[in-house]
């Protein structure tokens, strides 16, 4: 016992010397917790029914979609970003929009394809330029932002239809205008409250801009839209 | 104690005498040895004057050529650019005072592309959405007319204006790089100056293609007589001290060169955006001079827009 007292004080040297006497207890309990199904319930939907996957999606898009409509300064868009919303409206929008291909001689009307590259285009580089800016918002989130304040210009989009399948006019043109120009600000400046935060404070306004373009632009296509007769 | 005192102080004064004698140069390459800490004292103490202020926030940016092109750094370093700046810039476009260097008083070794890139975006939206309501105003007389919105225009007048601004201060920079290289008394600037020159020059023309939707004939050619001449003045007032140096032949024509192209841009997007209508309605530019006699409408309601 004194030699292996002695020899295990320099913690490497003459290891090879020491013999464990039966003094010492070395016992254990080596097993694996076989409950495995119960640890990371937490984690695997891989087991849960499709629909409550679904459901799930489908209520954080519509509890976004909410937030837009009536934007305040909360942290909950920023912070769990999906692009199923974005998605969403975008294919609608540019559905809505497109010129059919079976239309007259001079069908100006931009296609699905131009719509959705303008859309997505547009969002990275005001992305990439806010945070070339000195933004603080990460690339999903922006993106996320973005993609969702295009509600209103949807929902504007919808009534334009609606109006234009009445009448095609002077006064359906007015009241066109007057949707359009509503729900495009009501787009810049949802859009704003949520991205002009994370901004340096004397550079909020090269930021806001190129968002304000971008929605003009969409705005422009929703007003000018002429449907085929 | 007094003598790392007196050391820092005969620093700055060198560096301000050398400064002052020549203010474009970059002072980013100080490897004096002993310098390393006393340049951060001096800097905070005594940087009140705005030229100062500059460098030392240079200084404390970082270098121009932070890491390779393929870091993000990089790119950073070129939008490192406040809204009253970009402001103060595109006033100096759009005023431009004679003997007042565009690149000297207002770029101030601190080029950005922000400006340009937003200005050319914003002048291929103004111009195809200007574009449009000119032609729906045109014909709006005519009941055989359904107006559909030409939104193929936006691609082209997207790569007009992007080429023009990006390859054309290409080959001028070239040009000039080429020949500061055979005579040595002639200063260029950086591509990146260039770049920024020629895009914060088209920033004139973005009101002008908003106004160019009165279909007034005179206005219309009124207005690009106007722009021209201001833009194209902020170009020559820029580059006519790079080549003033230079033999005459060289030096004037450069500046044709320049005001031609800018003049060529400008008559182009007047005649190919906002076209008065042929009777079939189609692209082709430079029909101005055919009167639409197919449409009687036409022809008598606008006698003088179709010249």
Redesign the interface.
């Known amino acids: 016992m004194a030699e292996v007292e002695e020899s295990s004080k320099p913690l490497f040297a003459g290891l090879s010397d020491i013999s464990i006497s039966e003094d010492i207890p070395v016992e254990g309990d080596i097993s694996v917790p076989v409950g495995s199904q119960n640890a990371d319930n937490d984690f695997s939907t891989l087991d849960e029914p499709v629909k409550d996957t679904i459901l799930r999606d489908l209520r954080a898009v519509g509890q976004k979609f909410v937030h837009v409509m009536y934007p305040k300064k909360s942290s909950a868009l920023l912070r769990d970003w999906d692009l199923w919303g974005p998605l969403l409206l975008c294919v609608t929008l540019a559905l809505m929009l497109q010129g059919g291909s079976v239309d ?1 001689e ?5 296609q699905f394809a ?1 719509v959705f590259v303008i859309i997505w285009f547009g969002s990275v580089i005001i992305t990439l ?1 806010s ?4 933004g603080t918002i990460s690339f999903f989130q922006s993106l996320c932002v973005l993609g969702y304040c295009i509600l209103p210009l949807t929902v504007a989009m919808i009534v334009c239809r609606i109006v234009l399948l009445g009448s095609s006019g002077l006064v359906s043109f007015i009241v066109r205008l007057i949707v359009v120009t509503a729900s495009f600000s009501w787009s810049t400046f949802a859009s704003t409250a949520f991205l002009a935060d994370s901004q340096p404070p ?5 930021v806001v ?2 968002v304000f ?1 971008f929605y ?2 969409i705005g ?2 929703i007003l ?3 449907p085929s ?1 | 104690m007094a003598s790392p005192d007196d050391l820092k102080f005969q620093e700055f004064e060198e560096a301000a005498d050398l400064l002052s004698s020549n203010p474009g140069a970059s002072t980013l390459s100080i490897s004096s040895p002993g310098a390393a800490a006393s340049p951060g004292d001096v800097r905070v103490d005594l940087s009140d004057d705005e030229d100062n202020q500059q460098e030392s926030s240079e200084l404390l940016g970082g270098e121009k050529q932070t890491g390779g092109f393929w870091t993000f750094e990089y790119y950073q370093s070129f939008f490192n650019v406040d809204t009253t700046q970009v402001l103060d810039r595109i006033k100096g476009s759009v005023m431009p005072l004679p003997g007042r260097n565009f690149v000297k008083h207002h770029i101030r070794n601190n080029p950005d592309l922000y400006g340009p890139f937003w200005i050319c975006v914003t002048l291929v939206f103004s111009v195809a959405i200007s574009g449009d309501l000119y032609t729906f105003l045109i014909n709006k007389g005519d009941p055989e007319f359904h107006y559909r919105p030409q939104f193929n225009k936006v691609s082209i007048a997207a790569v007009t204006v992007f080429l023009y601004a990006w390859l054309v201060p290409l080959g001028l920079w070239g040009f000039l790089t080429w020949r500061q290289s055979v005579e040595r008394q002639i200063s260029g600037y950086t591509f990146l100056e260039t770049v920024c020159v020629y895009g914060y020059s088209l920033f004139i023309y973005i009101p002008t293609s908003i106004l160019w939707t009165i279909p007034v004939y005179w206005i219309e050619w009124l207005l690009i007589v106007i722009a021209m001449v201001i833009s194209g003045s902020v170009l020559v007032m820029t580059f006519w001290p790079a080549v003033r140096d230079d033999t005459r032949l060289t030096a004037f024509a450069t500046m044709a060169v320049i005001v031609a192209l800018h003049a060529l841009l400008a008559v182009g997007f007047k005649l190919y955006f906002f076209k008065t209508p042929t009777h079939t309605g189609s692209s082709h530019p430079g029909q101005h001079t055919t009167p639409a006699a197919n449409h009687t409408t036409l022809a008598v309601g606008k006698p003088s827009a179709t010249n």
């Open positions: 007259s001079e069908d100006g009307r931009p131009e330029n945070k070339l800016l000195g004397n550079r909020k306004a090269l801009y190129p373009l003009f632009v422009w296509m000018t839209f002429s007769h």
